[in-house]
């Protein structure tokens, strides 16, 4: 494969068929990004209480990605799925040049396409239309800035530090911006025999102050550490420690990159060593910080590994590629695939004297429902519900009479949109004389109450 191939595939062809997935809109979660965004284009302001379900309408809730949700509802109001697919195909785009201007700098041809294609093997995990995702090249540029900075032999620029104003709005990862411009400080005081203690920690001062710049004020801040305290995480796949069964592609990575590491034997910094250790660990307790540990070693391995011949490649002109490429993607359409992330069929099918009337819907129908302007019972927002309404709720779903008697008592609940997971409670209601199927597809079933 030519040079030139192979940068188009991986800078241009790769992130647009990646972004071209209908895997992007498998999560629930996306619809009420979506939604949040809409709330906040529409009335200029960030929610300060939920503005969504009936359930906990009004309680206290923290829009910690308020950012991210504006971008991705701007995205879906100009182009439908298909913009936002675009600004996924955008995001992932500008994650590859980073990774691939970094890595050119000490490898071949082969050992580029290998680091991305890694990379990328851990990120198929977690390609959804979510912030997450948007925040990726973000988390690239900082890691990249710094270690420009650490092998020129200076402190990176203090403007630098904005970046942390944006990521602290966009995502509630940004703490890992701080370890990482830690260690990366660590790597670099040393090599300079701490000379330049004064200016790096000037940086890292500023860093620490654009963290803590978030339009949420305290609540942003301290929002990612209860949600880490609530005891229903481990019901959710991507919170639930890393297992082989889950993500075998991410354990093949790591084997290989070892298995690289005792062969090549490269020297290993103090602070890089220790910050790639750190995220493994992350990565192993919780699936969900796998995608971070992916890209972090992807930008700083390559360095370790050089290789003699390093590839030379007008990065230019694959950028302006990509431009009109990406905007073709925002033109075509793109319908998402039906299932529980995307219940067209049994949205449509509800009646509209139903709409609303109180539903008691499975977990991952709640986002949708909220963009469809239906007020569910519950959705992906975690925190929002609490773990004593999330274990109520498993209990219901489960099939437990006694807690969906009370729920429908409590919240005067008149109709369900249940997916076929949920089956105890659907063959409860099927066998029941007070509620009345309406509706099924290969999605799901609607019941309501009879009369």
């Given at each position: 494969m030519s040079e030139t191939l192979l940068c188009a595939l991986l800078l241009v062809g790769l992130p647009i068929a990646l972004a071209s997935a209908p895997k992007i809109f498998n999560d629930g979660d996306v619809s009420w990004h979506i939604a949040t965004g809409r709330w906040i284009l529409e009335h200029r302001q960030i929610p300060l209480a939920d503005p969504f379900s009936f359930t906990a309408f009004g309680y206290p809730w923290v829009a910690t990605e308020w950012l991210s949700d504006v971008i991705l509802a701007t995205a879906f109001n100009a182009a439908g799925y298909s913009g936002l697919a675009a600004l996924v195909a955008a995001a992932l785009a500008a994650l590859h040049w980073i990774v691939f201007a970094r890595a050119r700098r000490s490898l071949?041809?082969?050992?580029?396409?290998?680091?991305?294609?890694?990379?990328?093997?851990?990120?198929?995990?977690?390609?959804?239309?979510?912030?997450?995702?948007?925040?990726?090249?973000?988390?690239?540029?900082w890691t990249s800035i710094l270690l420009t900075a650490m092998e020129n032999r200076r402190p990176p620029p203090l403007w630098s530090a904005l970046l942390m104003v944006v990521w602290t709005n966009a995502h509630p990862s940004f703490p890992l911006g701080l370890?990482?411009?830690?260690?990366?400080?660590?790597?670099?005081?040393?090599?300079?025999?701490?000379?330049?203690?004064?200016?790096?920690?000037?940086?890292?001062?500023?860093?620490?102050?654009g963290s803590l710049l978030n339009a949420n004020g305290a609540a942003g801040l301290l929002q990612p550490l209860k949600i880490t305290q609530l005891s229903m995480l481990p019901n959710i796949v991507e919170w639930r420690p890393s297992t082989p069964a889950v993500t075998p592609q991410f354990y093949g990575v790591v084997i290989l990159v070892a298995a690289a590491v005792v062969w090549r034997r490269p020297s290993l910094p103090l602070g890089r060593t220790a910050l790639v250790g750190v995220l493994l660990a992350l990565a192993f307790s919780q699936v969900r910080h796998q995608s971070w540990l992916a890209i972090v070693a992807a930008l700083i391995l390559p360095s370790l590994f050089r290789s003699p011949a390093r590839l030379e490649a007008r990065m230019?002109?694959?950028?302006?590629?990509?431009?009109?490429?990406?905007?073709?993607?925002?033109?075509?359409?793109?319908?998402?695939?039906e299932n529980a992330a995307n219940p067209r069929g049994l949205i449509a099918a509800v009646p509209p004297a139903f709409r609303a009337q109180p539903?008691?819907?499975?977990?991952?129908?709640?986002?949708?429902?909220?963009l469809a302007g239906i007020r569910p019972y519950i959705d992906g927002r975690a925190e929002i519900y609490g773990d004593r309404f999330f274990a109520d709720y498993l209990a219901i779903t489960g099939g437990n009479e006694a807690h969906f008697d009370e729920a429908v008592a409590r919240y005067g609940i008149r109709w369900t949109m249940?997916?076929?997971?949920?089956?105890?409670?659907?063959?409860?209601?099927?066998?029941?004389?007070?509620?009345?199927?309406?509706?099924?597809?290969?999605?799901?079933?609607?019941?309501?109450?009879?009369?």
């Open positions: 071949g041809a082969l050992g580029i396409a290998a680091t991305i294609a890694a990379m990328d093997a851990v990120l198929g995990s977690f390609l959804f239309a979510r912030p997450h995702l948007l925040v990726w090249p973000m988390l690239a540029a370890l990482i411009a830690g260690a990366i400080a660590l790597d670099a005081l040393i090599a300079a025999r701490w000379k330049t203690w004064r200016p790096w920690s000037a940086f890292l001062l500023a860093a620490l102050l230019r002109a694959y950028v302006a590629a990509a431009i009109p490429l990406i905007a073709l993607r925002a033109s075509l359409p793109f319908i998402p695939a539903v008691l819907n499975g977990y991952s129908l709640g986002g949708p429902l909220i249940l997916p076929y997971s949920d089956a105890p409670l659907i063959r409860r209601l099927d066998a029941s004389p007070h509620w009345r199927r309406i509706y099924a597809d290969r999605v799901g079933v609607i019941h309501v109450r009879a009369e």
